[in-house]
């Protein structure tokens, strides 16, 4: 049975920082990307991060970029966030997707990933 477990979430303020990691078990996740997606209340889920297996070439929504940084270690991976605005407050999702040879880097739809954890509430106070 997959599972990817999320820890590390909970409440900051404003310029603070926080550190996010997700451990994925069940299966070899050699062939996987992993990402963090997040969800603020009444928006659609969005790609916050990504990360192929091989660690390299990780990628970022511009509204993170220079504030938050994804790192792999085989089948975990870690967000460090810092510089937290409050519009970062959401649900953060850990996800797996296998990733095909030559398909686009990075995959952005939810709807490409295939494994999902329960999610993590991060809250920033102004």
């Known amino acids: 049975q997959v599972q990817l477990v999320e820890s590390g979430g909970g409440s900051v303020q404003a310029g603070g920082s926080l550190r996010l990691s997700c451990e994925a078990s069940?299966?070899?996740?050699?062939?996987?990307?992993m990402a963090w997606f997040r969800q603020a209340p009444g928006k659609a889920r969005e790609l916050v991060a990504a990360?192929?297996?091989?660690?390299?070439n990780a990628a970022y929504a511009d509204s993170v970029k220079g504030r938050f940084t994804i790192s792999r270690d085989g089948a975990k991976i870690d967000l460090q966030m810092a510089a937290l605005k409050p519009e970062d407050t959401a649900v953060y999702y850990c996800?797996?997707?296998?990733?095909?040879?030559?398909?686009?880097?990075?995959?952005?739809?939810?709807?490409?990933?295939?494994?999902w954890g329960q999610g993590t509430q991060v809250t920033v106070s102004s």
């Open positions: 069940g299966r070899t996740f050699s062939n996987y990307a």
């Open positions: 996800a797996a997707e296998q990733h095909l040879y030559g398909s686009t880097w990075p995959p952005l739809g939810d709807y490409q990933y295939d494994f």
């Open positions: 990360i192929p297996w091989t660690g390299s």
